[in-house]
């Protein structure tokens, strides 16, 4: 994990990694797969609120394939806000989601169409290796949270992006 | 030379001012000779003279319709400078009409007369056998727009293509899209080019992320008979997608079909590439090792990663799409031998293959269930292989040497049946031929010691509605 700073690996490792091996078409074990997400992303949540770090908030359908929300980073004491949202595949836990920004789409290369974040090579393999105890609570915080920290400040300095009052 | 006044009355040379033209040129040359075979009295030689100049008549008739014709089709400007009219002759509309049988006369308006000498050449038993083959395409970017154009020029029967994406002009640096595409569903666009090209092949376009719980279920249900999402109607899948979730799920419906599929990628360098057949139950599925890529030999740590996603080129995407096809034919068609895996390294023009024998520990609870039950034409393949190498040893006699192309992920001694332990050492442990190494780590972070510690605590009573409320109600503070 040399890829991820210190706070990210500390943080990552206090997410309770989850049990349940199952993925959305699997009905009954989904549902239990389902509380373990919930529950390893609210406290996930509240480690962050807890050390003033929040940077997101999230929820999902009533079948929990689909996610959404709203992330936020902070650069020069400006807030900049994105919508994000991902389906769960079909072949979850096994693969993470593929997390979107449909905002930014088009404005990075770090990105695949439809705003799907460019995720460094070093986070799929950590996923598989881990799988299938990671989830969406570890996709954000070694997924979209690194992502942002890294492309965001750029995309400010470079003008593609502009702060809602300017 | 020239035509004026010299002719008799009656030749068409009046009004045929312009002798540059070569046709023209020629009948002013006849009008010459006949006036002086004329003076040889010589009725016979008078007759043929007529006869050629009633053949050059038509010819000239014929190509100045032709030529009005062209006028009429092409917006070109024919008219004053050089060259022009010459480049205005092909931009004639011509429409390929669909052709009911295959056929090996070779004319210049039969499509099929080269693929047809296959057979003729006897490289192919039965060619025309393509025609009922139906194949699926997921994925129609640059390899599988490529593919797509190889399989219906080579005249297959039925064409399925998959993509959730649109053309846009960044695409441009790949082969087979247009700019005027720029816009269009990849699958829509395809479907346009494809049909004028070939229209007696029968495509199916659809545009859909197949990665969704509902993608996934009307991707099943579209390979299937009358959609019942369980008898395939396909005879291959092709993947021509670009990652790694988009293949897990191809072979997760390919092995609840027991679909045969062939897996193809390309490196983020763009710089190498492979293709992987896989027939559930008899070979590896994607899942039994991890995902097997083509060593570039670059270091990671001198790669430039900063600003880009991934790079690509036609080249290699092109060349990756003629070893899935070519690959496609032989499986299809049932001749040459069909590669397991084919993987190519453009920085040293190295072409490995190798066979990868299904992992019993394997993740994935259908493809246990299948090794199971193909057990018995694994036995049979490895046996037919074994007797070919021997022919091959004792045709090679004193020279041959180490085959480095035909070792085995798994071999087939590992013990059948065995516990997950056993079989994904084994298989983790295997050698892979020179050149070919794993993408991605197993499953082996979290020992149960590790997860008993760390795993999220649920209780049976906790209802699902709540937490998700619960969560919820944490956005809001
Ligand atoms: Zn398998």
């Not at chain 2, 007369?113 to 699926?136: H, P």
């Not at chain 2, 346009?192 to 859909?208: C, G």
């Not at chain 2, 996603?309 to 690959?327: D, I, K």
Request: glycine fraction near 8%; proline fraction near 4%.
């Amino acid at each position: 994990m040399a890829e991820w700073d210190a706070g990210t690996k500390s943080t990552v490792q206090k997410i309770p990694l989850l049990k349940t091996k199952a993925g959305p078409r699997d009905k009954e074990g989904w549902a239990n797969r389902l509380k373990e997400e919930y529950t390893a992303l609210i406290k996930y949540v509240q480690l962050n609120k807890g050390s003033d770090q929040d940077w997101f908030t999230i929820s999902s359908n009533k079948e929990g394939t689909h996610w959404s929300g709203k992330c936020w980073y902070i650069h020069n004491l400006l807030k900049y806000e994105f919508d994000l949202e991902f389906d769960i595949p079909v072949t979850y836990p096994m693969t993470s989601p593929e997390i979107q920004l449909p905002e930014l789409d088009g404005k990075t290369s770090k990105m695949y169409r439809g705003g799907k974040i460019c995720l460094s090579i070093h986070f799929k393999p950590l996923w598989s290796k881990n799988s299938p105890h990671f989830g969406v609570a570890h996709a954000l915080c070694l997924g979209l949270g690194p992502w942002m920290a890294a492309e965001i400040p750029h995309l400010i300095d470079t003008g593609i992006i502009s702060h809602k009052d300017k | 030379m020239s035509g004026e006044g010299e002719e008799g009355p009656s030749s068409p040379g009046k009004e045929q001012q312009d002798v540059t033209h070569p046709m023209k040129a020629f009948s002013s040359e006849l009008s010459k000779l006949q006036s002086q075979v004329q003076a040889l009295q010589s009725t016979k030689l008078q007759e043929q003279v007529s006869k050629l100049r009633e053949s050059v008549k038509s010819i000239n008739e014929r190509v100045q319709a032709a030529a009005e014709d062209l006028r009429k089709d092409a917006p070109v400007s024919v008219a004053d400078s050089k060259g022009v009219a010459t480049a205005s002759k092909y931009s004639r509309a011509v429409k390929r009409e669909k052709i009911a049988k295959m056929s090996a006369e070779v004319k210049d308006d039969n499509p099929y007369s080269r693929l047809m000498a296959l057979q003729r050449m006897g490289i192919v038993k039965d060619y025309e056998k393509i025609r009922d083959k139906t194949v699926a395409v997921v994925g129609i970017g640059g390899v599988g727009s490529v593919a797509c154009e190889m399989l219906t020029r080579c005249g297959v029967g039925g064409l399925l293509m998959y993509d959730y994406d649109t053309v846009e002009l960044a695409n441009m640096n790949r082969l087979f899209f247009r700019p005027e595409h720029a816009g269009m569903t990849k699958t829509d666009a395809a479907v346009k080019t494809l049909r004028e090209i070939n229209p007696d092949v029968n495509f199916e376009s659809y545009h859909m992320n197949i990665t969704t719980v509902d993608g996934f279920e009307k991707f099943v249900a579209s390979i299937t008979r009358d959609g019942d999402g369980k008898t395939p109607r396909v005879d291959l899948v092709l993947s021509c997608v670009d990652n790694y979730e988009a293949r897990m799920v191809i072979n997760q419906a390919c092995l609840e079909l027991e679909q045969t599929w062939m897996e193809s990628g390309v490196s983020e360098d763009a710089v190498s590439g492979h293709i992987q057949m896989i027939e559930p139950g008899v070979t590896a599925c994607f899942e039994c090792v991890p995902p097997l890529v083509v060593a570039s030999g670059i270091d990671e740590k001198t790669l430039k990663r900063e600003g880009v996603c991934a790079a690509s080129l036609p080249t290699t995407m092109g060349m990756v799409a003629g070893f899935l096809v070519q690959n496609t034919l032989k499986y299809l068609l049932n001749f040459g031998e069909v590669s397991m895996y084919l993987g190519y390294n453009a920085m040293k023009d190295f072409f490995p293959t190798m066979d990868i024998q299904p992992n019993p520990g394997c993740t994935n609870a259908a493809c246990c269930k299948l090794q199971t039950k193909y057990a018995g034409e694994r036995d049979r393949r490895k046996k037919a292989k074994e007797a070919k190498d021997v022919e091959v040893e004792e045709d090679a006699g004193a020279l041959h040497e180490d085959n480095e192309w035909s070792i085995s992920v798994v071999e087939e001694e590992a013990p059948a049946g065995a516990g997950g332990q056993g079989g994904e050492s084994e298989a983790q442990g295997a050698e892979l031929a020179e050149g070919i190494e794993f993408s991605m780590p197993k499953a082996d972070a979290i020992d149960e010691k590790t997860l008993e510690e760390n795993a999220v605590e649920t209780n049976d009573d906790d209802d699902v509605d709540d937490l998700r409320a619960q969560l919820e109600a944490l956005n809001s503070k």
